[in-house]
């Protein structure tokens, strides 16, 4: 049954990213917002430790910690520094108390696509152990393909699930941003086929024309993505969990957050 309350919304710290950590603690508790997803670079402003207490002095949720990935590099020097830095991730997100890693798999290096998702494999395999030690998910999000030059080399739902059925649920799964998947014709199979193992969902809309390709995406209701039937098809998949509304917009950057974040609940509950 989908909810009309906001029990399950979370915002995405990207949305409003010139907030602090505090400051996006302080807006959601004010709007009554129960959940918050968290970038790294948010904690490197102030230190994890002083992360940690914000969150936890604030009861939020974190519904995760964005991101882990970026595995592909020319060299193994510089794939083994990033399987380090992932690892730090991992224990940032332990100590924020999530389990979920969004890993964003990253581009491929001069130009080799299928050495670059080799590397996004092996990085993958090379993780889990020492995530599970954390307790801690690793949630691959496929991205539109219009960033595999730039961002990440899985680009489909389907090739995120091949990468996860090598794992059990409980270590690797995948993320459903409609951003993203939206336009897929396999989206509802794979959505289906990722059952059990949808660690996220995040929410914006697709704006015709997209007036950029990084910070072009819209608050929700002002595109064509089918926000409700894709929720649909998640929840029957077997997510229950936070509904993050992930939005690159300069536009909410510069809106008052007040005024943002009432448009936020008055748009999930319209359309999501």
């Not at 799964?173 to 949808?198: C, E, M, N, S, T």
């Amino acid at each position: 049954m989908r909810l009309t309350t906001f029990e399950r919304l979370s915002l995405n710290q990207i949305t409003k990213d010139p907030w602090s950590l505090q400051e996006a603690v302080e807006e959601c508790l004010r709007a009554e917002i129960p959940s918050i997803a968290i970038w790294r670079h948010k904690l490197k402003e102030i230190g994890l430790a002083e992360s940690r207490r914000i969150v936890r002095d604030s009861g939020l949720r974190v519904s995760s910690l964005c991101r882990g990935g970026m595995f592909a590099a020319s060299t193994a020097e510089e794939r083994s520094r990033r399987l380090d830095d992932n690892r730090r991730a991992i224990e940032e997100a332990a100590e924020l108390g999530t389990d979920v890693l969004v890993l964003v798999c990253g581009p491929a290096p001069d130009r080799d696509i299928d050495s670059a998702r080799q590397w996004v494999a092996e990085g993958i395999d090379q993780l889990v152990p020492f995530a599970e030690s954390y307790g801690i998910k690793l949630a691959i999000e496929p991205l539109h393909p219009m960033y595999a030059a730039e961002r990440s080399v899985i680009v489909t739902l389907d090739h995120a699930n091949s990468l996860a059925e090598r794992y059990r649920p409980d270590q690797v799964g995948v993320i459903v941003d409609v951003f993203h998947v939206w336009w897929d014709p396999d989206l509802y199979r794979q959505i289906d086929r990722a059952k059990g193992r949808i660690q996220g969902y995040h929410v914006s809309d697709w704006i015709v024309p997209t007036p950029d390709l990084l910070m072009g995406r819209g608050m929700m209701g002002d595109g064509v993505i089918e926000l409700r039937r894709i929720r649909r098809a998640v929840e029957e998949a077997g997510y229950a969990g936070p509904i993050e509304v992930e939005i690159f917009n300069r536009t909410f950057w510069d809106m008052p957050g007040d005024e943002l974040l009432a448009l936020i609940k008055t748009r999930f509950a319209e359309h999501v």
